[in-house]
């Protein structure tokens, strides 16, 4: 329950929750912004009232936006309250005339007493600083003025208004306060507020928001990189004395006026009060447009009605803000959009800690934002919502997607009582446009000729499966071999979270059809289980199968349709493991297979993180791509069953060829060419198709790099590649009879260039 102090300029109220008890000051009626590191007087009055209240954990001002001061900061003022309250009690000990001293002699004066109380009893709560450097100066002044006084008596009052002095030093000396700041006060000038600038940094929440943000930048941090994501200025600092970065993003909802945040916050009470049904997020990108459109118009009539005249950009930077408040999911949605972040993960319990995120080219981050448990509970509703998926004590864990404009991501959610501390969160972000091989190639986790050994592969109908650890890529390295698939071929995917960029293939012209499974984990659903979802493909007629993960009883039924040959075409699927072995004894031992079942396996490609030697940089990388042969009884490795193709060489930081590959001694490869009339029996024929399409990889990104055309890279252009590459092929072949690789390339060469002079030049 809050306690309320009166209604007047700096009305305080004590709120206490579970372990919190948390001092909200209302600033409301303050002339100047909030802040015990700029301004002394609200330092001052801050501390005034921790004299009155004693012990808090967070200290938070209102004013339009809520700037709170978290546990170690609120800590560090506590401590210099309760000095404060203890020397208040003992006044009388600091007053000339109450140490006893004799009121007649003309010698001394109560001036040095006067100046100590002063610093002791106004200067200790605007600026403790302050009062700690005045105290040792004046201690100083008295020392040297000691060695200097002849008479008895003087000498006897001298030493004791000096043992009061030190009494007083010595407590506030040890004051954490004093501690942190004392290597910078060499120099201090009173009233510099620069030092408590390093020590106290508010996390900045609008009345709209519940997310706080640590607005400020880190005083001491070096900046690494600076870059925009849409109109939002991020920044990645180095922090001294730490092996940390900090990801720092300044959105524009806190950088609007004080009008447009009033505006914000009346649009939001109103818009708050229609609670959403279930059955509206069926389809939330529908929702979301009628929400924004509804929030459009709310914005500019009540901007009209409080006579704020705003243009239409600033009416729709204003409508994005509030759904993202309402319908969405606040901040997460801006991480999410920035194409360098590949992980988020929120841990409980809310609102003590800010989130973390892996990025792209400088690894694990913490960032400047903190969620808070409202916002947390707000998203686990939206998200058992979304999925139809429960989250409960009896279902503590949710897996599902989401999808929001220009990003979508993966979402794992625990709660108690499995998360004793609350709901936990981590997002895997996908890219909203489907990864490629030329993609790879240029971020060097595949070679050209691995590449072009995908693609043949691919083409040529195996099985393939997709192996690593966590956060190796997998997921990202199938849906680029989906691209290689040839749009005539039907593709059915199979996930039990929907991760494959199946609405980004199906924009593109593929015939996809996706199907949702039951999670391996979650209970008390009406979703089908996954190995029924596989069998049902076989009743769907010839396609291409694609499964997100292959973790539980769904192995037995894939590897059935495999056996008896129901699957004519390409089969493919992730599987953590972090080697061929591994993923045969995943496969075997974890997943019940039988052995003669996983010789259904052709390929396995590994993909794994591969460290920097210091352990602070890591970067993904294929690190082999292996063959499963079919002559062994019991066991794999010992007999002969894996034969690697390619391997990864860190010397080189690249993918080379085994000498089994070089020589032609690979028996999926010599499958795929005796179904090929050029081919069969031809081991030349093959190599010089892998290298030909490894040339047209090559080719993409050179011509990419060279006209500085990222964008030949993505998705669209390179399934017109090749598409085109199968036309040219099967041109050739009818022209001469056979599939002359030169020709080919040189044809394509062709084809590739009329097609980039059609781009505009940017």
Request: neutral net charge; contains cysteine.
């Amino acid at each position: 329950m809050p306690l309320f102090s009166g209604k007047k300029v700096c009305s305080y109220e004590v709120i206490r929750g579970g372990a919190d008890v948390i001092l909200k000051i209302n600033c409301e009626r303050c002339s100047s912004l909030p802040s015990l590191e700029d301004n002394p007087q609200c330092m001052s009055r801050t501390i005034a009232k921790l004299v009155e209240v004693g012990n808090v954990t967070k200290i938070i001002f209102s004013q339009k936006r809520d700037y709170e001061y978290d546990f170690d900061q609120t800590q560090i003022l506590v401590e210099i309250a309760k000095l404060y309250k203890k020397l208040a009690k003992k006044k009388g000990l600091f007053d000339y005339y109450g140490l006893g001293s004799d009121a007649g002699c003309v010698k001394c004066s109560n001036t040095r007493y006067t100046q100590m109380q002063n610093i002791i009893f106004n200067l200790l709560k605007s600026d403790p600083l302050g009062a700690y450097v005045e105290l040792k100066r004046l201690l100083r002044r008295e020392k040297i003025k000691l060695e200097k006084t002849v008479n008895e008596e003087c000498i006897y009052c001298e030493k004791k208004f000096i043992s009061t002095l030190k009494h007083v030093f010595d407590l506030l000396d040890e004051t954490k306060l004093i501690t942190i700041a004392k290597p910078n006060l060499a120099g201090f000038r009173l009233g510099d507020r620069d030092i408590y600038r390093q020590i106290f940094t508010p996390s900045i929440k609008p009345d709209f928001m519940f997310t706080k943000l640590m607005a400020s930048y880190p005083p001491e941090g070096d900046v690494l990189a600076n870059y925009l994501v849409g109109e939002n200025e991020v920044t990645i600092f180095k922090l001294p004395n730490t092996i940390q970065y900090l990801y720092h993003i300044l959105p524009p909802e806190f950088k609007i006026s004080e009008e447009k945040y009033d505006l914000l916050d009346q649009a939001r009470k109103i818009i708050s009060e229609y609670k959403p049904k279930q059955s509206e997020f069926v389809n939330p990108e529908r929702m979301r447009q009628v929400f924004y459109n509804i929030g459009h118009d709310l914005i500019e009539d009540l901007a009209e009605h409080n006579n704020l005249r705003m243009k239409e950009k600033e009416v729709d930077e204003l409508t994005d803000i509030l759904v993202r408040y309402t319908v969405g999911f606040g901040l997460i949605e801006l991480l999410l959009q920035d194409e360098k972040i590949q992980d988020i993960t929120i841990n409980s319990p809310m609102g003590q800690t800010p989130m973390f995120i892996v990025h792209q080219d400088f690894g694990d981050c913490i960032t400047n934002i903190i969620p808070t448990k409202t916002e947390s509970e707000s998203w686990a509703s939206k998200l058992r919502m979304l999925s139809g998926r429960p989250l409960d004590e009896a279902n503590p864990i949710l897996d599902t997607e989401l999808i929001i404009p220009g990003a979508r991501a993966r979402v794992a959610v625990i709660s108690a009582p499995l998360n004793p501390s609350g709901l936990a969160y981590a997002f895997r972000r996908h890219r909203d446009r489907p990864w490629t091989l030329p993609l790879f190639v240029k971020n060097r986790m595949l070679s050209p000729l691995a590449a072009g050994l995908i693609s043949f592969i691919v083409d040529g109908s195996r099985t393939i499966l997709v192996a690593g650890t966590r956060s190796a890529g997998k997921t990202s390295l199938l849906a680029a071999m989906m691209t290689e698939i040839m749009r005539k071929y039907r593709i059915i995917t199979i996930e039990d979270t929907l991760e494959l960029p199946v609405s980004s293939l199906k924009k593109l012209g593929y015939n996809i059809q996706s199907m949702k499974v039951a999670a391996a984990m979650t209970r008390g659903t009406t979703e089908v289980a996954a190995d029924e979802g596989i069998r049902t493909t076989l009743r769907m007629g010839d396609s291409c199968l694609i499964v997100g993960e292959v973790r539980s009883t769904e192995a037995l039924a894939l590897y059935e349709a495999m056996r008896v040959g129901a699957l004519a075409n390409v089969v493919a699927g992730t599987i953590h493991g972090d080697s061929p072995y591994g993923v045969y004894d995943r496969v075997v031992n974890d997943l019940k297979v039988p052995k003669t079942s996983f010789k259904a396996t052709d390929i396995i490609v590994v993909a794994n993180p591969i460290k920097s030697p210091d352990g602070l940089h890591r970067w993904r990388r294929v690190t082999q791509i292996t063959e499963v042969r079919k002559h062994w009884e019991n066991d794999p490795m010992l007999e002969g069953g894996f034969s690697d193709l390619m391997k990864y060489d860190p010397k080189n930081d690249m993918l080379e060829p085994s000498k089994d590959v070089i020589n032609g001694d690979s028996d999926v490869l010599k499958a795929i060419a005796g179904n090929v009339k050029e081919w069969a029996g031809d081991w030349d024929a093959v190599w010089s198709n892998i290298m030909l399409r490894a040339d047209i990889k090559k080719m993409i990104l050179d011509y990419s790099t060279k006209l500085k055309m990222p964008e030949i890279l993505e998705a669209d252009f390179v399934i017109n590649a090749n598409d085109e590459f199968h036309n040219i092929s099967s041109k050739v072949e009818e022209d001469i009879g056979s599939l002359d690789s030169k020709r080919i390339l040189s044809e394509w060469e062709k084809w590739l260039k009329k097609e980039l002079k059609k781009k505009p030049v940017k």
